[in-house]
């Protein structure tokens, strides 16, 4: 019986094998056989058996290409956890599920591991070896444990250039600080009457100075207020004070009141400001939320070049300047400010942007002019998120 079997077997191969070749190409690799595969088969069919010929293409690179598609958004989501230790969010599974079969495994593990994020969670898991290797590298010397811990609470605010401007900078020598806040009476007050609920209370918190202004200090319309900014830094100047000024715009608030932004203070920096646009020079500040100390040189000229750069304006050309950017505003004057005098920006400290100034800022949120469709829906957001951190 078995050896009649046997010879079935033999002659079913043999009418059939071109069929068999044929089904098992399209069930296992989706696809016909070329005439050169279907001619080798055919001959070796019979030694192989169908369990050798059905375990010759699974195995197969071919087969397991088209096994990695098949299971391609399980092979993405693996990926994710074992590179950046998270889910897969549904931007970047769409992104690698068209690019995949161009990229491959290959290429997404390796993509993934040379993103901004796996770097920044390297960073953070070797924050302290890091911190180590740079203060030897600059200074010769093993790094004492109070520089390690004041710089290793803000590695994942300041990053790998703030950690190497950390290590080089000077202790700093005050620790006054000044939170203010300025507006227009007309257009921005309510803005900064709900946002100030939130700095108030972190300033009482924390035994701060929150000083604000109301008005037009220079200029006739509205958004001339945004140099109010310029001529305070000017008048703490004048009045001989040589402490830290947190500036907060009208439109933004701080979220977390268990941050001591003090933590930030503990080197002598001139500027600490999160980027502006997307350029990475490091001119490129946004001066809608800052602190600047007017206790150094630095800080001191960016102050005093700011305020007499706007001064050149004359009265005239502020007369006739009704729309927004009919002059430069505020924060062009400092650019070029920047990018004239490049060495005003060697003791400045870039935070990330969505730290100090953003609309989901894990620090201070900023509700800009582009984040809502009117100053109605921005005072509203603003509401809330002071409402939620009341009630925290």
């Not at 010929?53 to 088209?66: G, H, I, N, Q, Y």
């Not at 202004?213 to 001989?240: D, S, T």
């Not at 947190?246 to 439109?251: L, M, R, V």
Request: aromatic share 10%; hydrophobic share 40%; proline share 3%.
């Amino acid at each position: 019986m078995k050896r009649m079997k046997e010879k079935l077997y033999q002659l079913f191969s043999r009418v059939f094998r071109r069929e068999i070749i044929r089904d098992g190409f399209r069930g296992i690799l989706g696809r016909d056989p070329e005439e050169e595969a279907l001619r080798a088969y055919e001959g070796s069919l019979p030694a192989l058996g169908m369990e050798g010929f059905v375990k010759d293409l699974t195995t197969s690179k071919e087969a397991w290409e088209r096994q990695k598609l098949v299971h391609a958004e399980e092979l993405i989501r693996a990926a994710y956890q074992g590179v950046l230790r998270r889910d897969v969010d549904r931007v970047g599974l769409n992104s690698y599920l068209s690019s995949m079969p161009v990229l491959g495994l290959k290429g997404v593990i390796k993509d993934l591991t040379n993103s901004k994020e796996s770097w920044e969670k390297q960073l953070e898991l070797r924050k302290e070896q890091i911190i180590v290797e740079i203060f030897n590298a600059i200074h010769g010397r093993k790094a004492d444990n109070k520089s390690i811990e004041s710089i290793k609470g803000i590695v994942s605010i300041i990053g790998l250039s703030g950690i190497v401007k950390a290590v080089c900078a000077k202790p700093n020598t005050t620790n006054q600080l000044v939170v203010i806040q300025s507006c227009d009476k007309d257009v921005y007050a309510p803005l900064m009457e709900a946002s100030a609920v939130s700095n108030k209370l972190y300033c009482n918190k924390y035994g701060l100075t929150y000083n604000s202004y109301v008005g037009i200090k220079r200029g006739f319309f509205p958004w001339h207020a945004c140099f109010n900014r310029i001529i305070m830094l000017k008048e703490y100047l004048n009045q001989g004070y040589k402490g830290w000024i947190f500036y907060i715009d009208s439109d933004a608030f701080i979220v977390d009141h268990d941050f001591d932004v003090r933590k930030l203070l503990f080197r002598n920096f001139s500027m600490i400001a999160a980027p502006g646009g997307m350029t990475g020079e490091p001119w490129d500040i946004n001066d809608g939320v800052f602190l600047i100390n007017l206790g150094t040189d630095h800080g001191r000229e960016i102050a005093n070049r700011w305020y007499e750069d706007f001064m050149m304006t004359s009265e005239k050309k502020l007369m006739q300047a009704r729309n927004w950017q009919d002059v430069p505003s505020d924060q062009p004057r400092l650019h070029g400010i920047l990018k004239q005098n490049p060495h005003l920006c060697n003791l400045m400290l870039i935070a990330k942007r969505e730290f100090l100034n953003n609309e989901k800022g894990s620090f201070v949120c900023q509700i800009l002019r582009t984040n809502a469709k009117d100053l109605d829906e921005r005072l509203r957001r603003i509401e809330e998120g002071v409402n939620k951190v009341i009630n925290k």
